[in-house]
């Protein structure tokens, strides 16, 4: 390949990378803007990480994708949840009873009255016979073991009749093999 033609290739990407990136700032530009809290974003990165969809080094095209965000601010929150992995997990992972341990101090239940349903006689049901599975039929003989003595009385008289049946095929007759003697040749000649 010519250096010419390595050239062309190169500027071919460089215009279709800008255009890309030119999109993509168009359709921000589309979309009407709403807040995005922290909250949403780090939520959505612990549950992006419990997913094992991406690793979090790679997250940066979800968090714009799903938010809408520049690679810019996007990179930041990434940033900002790796160098505050600890104090992020308190936050938006661990149970509210490892972070304040004495919870249950605060939260007063209110007891709930249950209500009070008179005894019903519980209806008294018929016994049902259990439904009997259809048996299913053994392809082939019966092993003699399984079988009552009629049966296997039945069983012998078949095969005796069977074999009583075949017809014994002759063997078929001998190959017969024929030596020819070369004769010598007494005329001397050729």
Same mark, same amino acid.
């Given at each position: 390949?010519?250096?010419?033609?390595?050239e062309l290739i190169n500027m071919v990407d460089t215009i279709q990378n800008k255009?890309?990136?030119?999109? =993509?700032?168009?359709?921000?530009?589309?979309?009407?803007?709403?807040?995005?809290?922290?909250?949403?974003?780090?939520?959505?990165?612990?549950?992006?990480?419990? =997913?094992?969809?991406?690793?979090?080094?790679? =997250?940066?095209?979800?968090?714009? !994708?799903?938010?809408?965000?520049?690679?810019?601010v996007a990179g930041k929150y990434l940033v900002h949840y790796i160098e505050n992995?600890?104090?992020?997990?308190?936050?938006?992972? @661990?149970?509210?009873?490892?972070?304040?341990?004495?919870?249950?101090?605060?939260?007063? %239940?209110?007891?709930?009255?249950?209500?009070?349903? @008179?005894? &019903?006689?519980?209806?008294? %049901?018929?016994?049902? %016979?259990?439904?009997?599975?259809?048996?299913?039929?053994?392809?082939?003989?019966?092993?003699?073991?399984?079988?009552?003595?009629?049966?296997?009385?039945?069983?012998?008289? !078949?095969? &005796? %009749?069977?074999?009583?049946?075949?017809?014994?095929?002759?063997?078929?007759?001998?190959?017969?093999?024929?030596?020819?003697k070369k004769q010598k040749n007494t005329d001397g000649g050729a």
């Open positions: 390949m010519s250096n010419r033609a390595k255009l890309r990136q030119m999109v =993509s700032e168009l359709q921000a530009f589309k979309t009407p803007r709403r807040e995005i809290t922290d909250d949403e974003v780090y939520t959505y990165m612990f549950d992006l990480q419990d =997913s094992g969809e991406v690793n979090m080094l790679g =997250s940066v095209p979800y968090i714009k !994708r799903v938010f809408g965000l520049s690679d810019e992995y600890n104090e992020l997990y308190k936050i938006y992972r @661990e149970p509210i009873s490892e972070i304040y341990p004495n919870v249950e101090e605060y939260v007063v %239940a209110e007891p709930v009255a249950e209500p009070v349903a @008179e005894p &019903v006689a519980e209806p008294v %049901a018929e016994p049902v %016979a259990e439904p009997v599975a259809p048996v299913k039929k053994k392809r082939g003989a019966k092993r003699y073991d399984e079988m009552t003595e009629e049966e296997q009385v039945a069983a012998k008289a !078949r095969r &005796v %009749a069977n074999k009583a049946k075949k017809v014994p095929v002759p063997a078929p007759a001998p190959k017969r093999v024929i030596k020819i």
